[in-house]
Structures are given as C-alpha cells and as structure tokens.
C-alpha cells in the first residue's frame, strides 16, 4: 500500500509499516539520540557529523527541501506504535544536480526490510507524484546493507566519488526502469 496525502501540505508518504511526516525542530533532540548509536552514525560520516550541532544544521536543511522541492528527509514512523524509527526521504545531492533517496534506522529495527520499504515508497512518490526522471543513491563503500537495499530496488552502481566528505558507491535508477519493476 502506498499512499501520497497533502503533498502541498504537510505532505505525507505512507507504506504497509510506515508513516512519513515533515521534519520540524522538536525532532531534533530524537534525532541527535538515534544517530548518537556508533552502529548507527558509523556510515553516516560518524560522531563528527551526527553531533548536535551538526543535525541541528541538518534539520534545517531538510525543513528547506520541503519549500524549495517539495520532498525532504522526513522522520520514520513506525506506524504500529508511532514511534519515529529512523529518517528517509529525497533530497538534493549535495554539489550534483541529482536527486538522492536516503534512509537511517535505529539498530532495533535493522533486517526487518524497513530500508528498503522505505526508499521504495519515496522513490515511487518522486517518479509518480513529483515526476523525478531519475534517482540516486549514495553509501559509504563498506555500507554492503545500504547497497544491498539500493541493488533490490533495481538501483545500478555507477561509480565512486566523495559525498558527505567520505568516498561512496553511487547507484541509479530512471524512472522507467523503477516504473517496469514496480507496475
């Protein structure tokens, strides 16, 4: 199931498990807490850019995406108990004119599929509602879960460079390919 409300609004993704809403300040002290996991924050350019002053730039960065896009990193919600989880949204990759699908989930929900739920449902909002022609994805090379995810989603490597201050695998997908995969 997957449904797009209020895509003007406070827009929503929703999937079979999960809840997306728009980011907002009083997230941030949860969010410091759920990227404050070592095991967590390892491929996301470790403790030096998950620090709280670090999110707190973050934070605003993806509440900007909502105005100028129309799509951002949102927080996860696990919709049995409405617990946020996690993130995952679309953003814009930083120094590229591309559109990348992130995702981040708290330890104690990792190997339940919800990355790849996740990345399907705002890369199916980005083809369909917002009528991205294309999206990427990045990941530290030693991240094989997030590449694993990126590779189920019909995601192709195309090559390695620097995002986010680390060297990462760089995948792809057009919107045709995801549409033949997902009709």
């Known amino acids: 199931m997957l449904n797009f409300r209020g895509i003007e609004g406070d827009f929503m993704v929703e999937t079979e498990r999960l809840v997306f809403r728009r980011f907002t300040l009083d997230d941030l002290p949860q969010l410091i807490e759920h990227r404050s996991d070592p095991e967590v924050n390892k491929f996301l350019g470790g403790p030096e850019r998950q620090n709280a002053d670090a999110l707190a730039t973050r934070i605003r960065f993806y509440m900007s995406c909502y105005e100028t896009h129309g799509f951002g990193m949102c927080p996860m919600i696990w919709k049995e108990t409405g617990e946020m989880i996690g993130a995952a949204g679309l953003q814009p990759l930083e120094n ?34 917002k009528g991205l022609e294309r999206i990427v994805a990045v990941s530290d090379l030693d991240n094989r879960a997030s590449q694993h995810i990126m590779e189920k989603l019909g995601m192709k490597f195309e090559k390695t460079e620097v995002h986010y201050e680390i060297e990462c695998a760089f995948h792809a997908i057009s919107k045709s390919e995801f549409l033949e995969r997902n009709s």
């Not at 996740?118 to 369909?128: E, L, P």
Request: hydrophobic share 45%; charged share 25%; proline share 0%.
């Open 96 to 129: 590229t004119r591309e559109i990348e699908v992130g995702y981040s989930l708290v330890k104690s929900f990792w190997g339940l599929g919800l990355g790849t739920e996740a990345a399907r449902g705002w890369m199916d909002f980005g083809f369909r509602a």
